[in-house]
C-alpha cells in the first residue's frame, strides 16, 4: 500500500476520496468504489501504486489518438481497478476484479522503471490507458513528471470521471486525452456504467479549457445509445462546448463481459452516425474498428482533400499537416516541440 492523494479526512477515521467524481465517504477498514483505495486506519492508501497488470508498445493510433504524434509508437500501461462498472468493459478481465475483492496483483515497478522502459522502446510518449488511469492516480502523476524531464510526452484514456481537483493537478503533466463520452443520457450512465453524464460533460469542457489536446470517443451500442436523436446530442455538444475541431471516434460495439445480447453495430449505423456528426458541423469525425473504411483519413474541413492517410493503426504522415490543394492547417500536435 502507497499513501493516496487527494482525500481528507472526516470524524470518527472516515475519510472522503477526492479523485473522482464519486467522492467516495470511506469509513475505516473499507474501500472506495473503485476497490482499489483503502481507508486504514483514518488515512487513504492506494493499492495501485507499484503494480501494473498491463504494458505494451502501441500505435498511438490504437488510443485513439489521430491528431497527436502519427506514427509513433506510445508507451501503454494500466493496473486493476475501475471507478466506473460499465456492462460492456472490454479490458473487464483488468477492471472488474478489484470491485468483488479480489487483491490488486501485477507486476512491480516503479515511475522510474516505466519511464526507462518507455525510453529503451523509443516510444515518444507514456499512456496510462487500459482500465482507468483515475485509480492509479499517483503512479500516473510521478511516472508522467519524470517522463517530461526525459523528453517524453504523456497521454490520457479515461472515462472522463475525475474530480476537478484531480483535473487540476494534472495540468501541465498531460498533453493529450482520448476521454470516452459513452453516451448523453443519464439514464444509460446510472444502467450501465454505474456513474453519472453531468461530471464528464463538465470535465470535458475543463480539459479544453486547460489547452490539452483532446479527443473523444463513443462506442455505438444497438439499441442503447444509437438513436439519432442522440446521435446528435453528443455532436453538437462537442460543436458548440469542445470546438468543431475536436476529433470524434464513432467506435464498433462487440458484444462482452455483461453485455452479451445485443449484436455487434451494424455498419450502416456506424456511418449514420458519422453523416450526423459531420451535419452538425464538426470537421473532424472517424469510424472505428472498422479498418479499411474511408473514414479513417483526415479530410480536409475547407476543400476535403484527404490530408493525412490510415490504414488500420498505421498512418500515412510525412510531417505534412497542412492541406496542400488549399493551405489549411489541420490542428493537433503533430511533433515533440509544437
Known amino acids: 500500500m502507497h499513501p493516496a492523494r487527494h482525500w481528507k479526512t472526516l470524524k470518527d477515521d472516515t475519510v472522503q476520496c477526492r479523485l473522482c467524481a464519486h ?6 477498514g473499507a474501500v472506495g468504489r473503485c476497490g482499489v483505495r483503502h481507508n486504514m486506519e483514518g488515512a487513504l492508501f492506494t493499492a495501485t501504486y507499484d503494480r501494473i497488470a498491463a504494458a505494451n508498445l502501441d500505435p498511438v493510433e490504437k488510443k485513439p489518438l489521430y491528431h497527436f504524434l502519427p ?21 473487464y478481465s483488468l477492471s472488474d476484479p478489484p470491485h468483488h475483492g479480489v487483491p490488486v496483483q501485477g507486476q512491480l515497478v516503479t515511475p522510474e522503471v516505466l519511464v526507462d522502459e518507455a525510453l529503451r522502446l523509443n516510444a515518444q510518449s507514456i499512456s496510462y490507458t487500459y482500465s482507468e488511469p483515475t485509480i492509479f492516480y499517483e503512479l500516473m502523476a510521478d511516472t508522467a513528471s519524470r517522463a517530461i524531464e526525459h523528453g517524453l510526452m504523456n497521454v490520457m484514456v479515461s472515462n472522463g470521471f475525475q474530480s476537478k481537483e484531480c483535473l487540476d493537478s494534472l495540468n501541465g503533466l498531460i498533453h493529450a486525452c482520448n476521454i470516452d463520452l459513452k453516451a448523453f443520457t443519464e439514464e444509460f450512465y446510472e444502467t450501465h456504467c454505474g456513474a453519472k453524464l453531468k461530471p464528464v460533460l463538465r470535465n470535458l469542457k475543463h480539459i479544453v479549457s486547460m489547452g490539452w489536446w483532446l479527443e473523444v470517443t463513443t462506442l455505438l451500442i444497438p439499441g442503447a445509445n444509437d438513436s439519432d436523436a442522440e446521435l446528435n446530442d453528443i455532436a453538437c455538444f462537442i460543436r458548440d462546448e469542445l470546438g468543431k475541431h475536436v476529433p470524434w471516434h464513432i467506435s464498433r460495439f462487440h458484444p462482452t463481459h455483461r453485455m452479451l445480447d445485443r449484436p455487434p453495430t451494424p455498419l450502416e449505423r456506424l456511418e449514420r452516425a458519422w453523416e450526423i456528426g459531420k451535419q452538425c458541423g464538426l470537421e473532424y469525425v472517424y469510424l ?4 479499411g473504411h474511408p473514414s479513417e483519413h483526415t479530410a480536409c474541413p475547407s476543400c476535403g482533400k484527404i490530408v493525412i492517410r490510415r490504414t488500420g493503426y498505421r ?24
Not at 506514427?71 to 479490458?91: A, D, E, K, P, V
Not at 472505428?288 to 479498418?291: A, E, K, R, Y
Not at 492541406?323 to 509544437?338: D, N
Open 315 to 338: 498512418t500515412l504522415f510525412k510531417g505534412a499537416h497542412v492541406c496542400q490543394t488549399c493551405g489549411t492547417s489541420i490542428p493537433g500536435i503533430w511533433s515533440l516541440t509544437p
Open 288 to 291: 472505428g474498428n472498422v479498418h
Open 23 to 28: 467522492a467516495c465517504v470511506i469509513k475505516a
Open 71 to 91: 506514427s509513433t509508437t506510445t508507451f501503454s500501461f494500466g493496473t486493476m481497478g475501475c471507478n466506473l462498472r460499465c456492462s460492456f468493459c472490454q479490458n
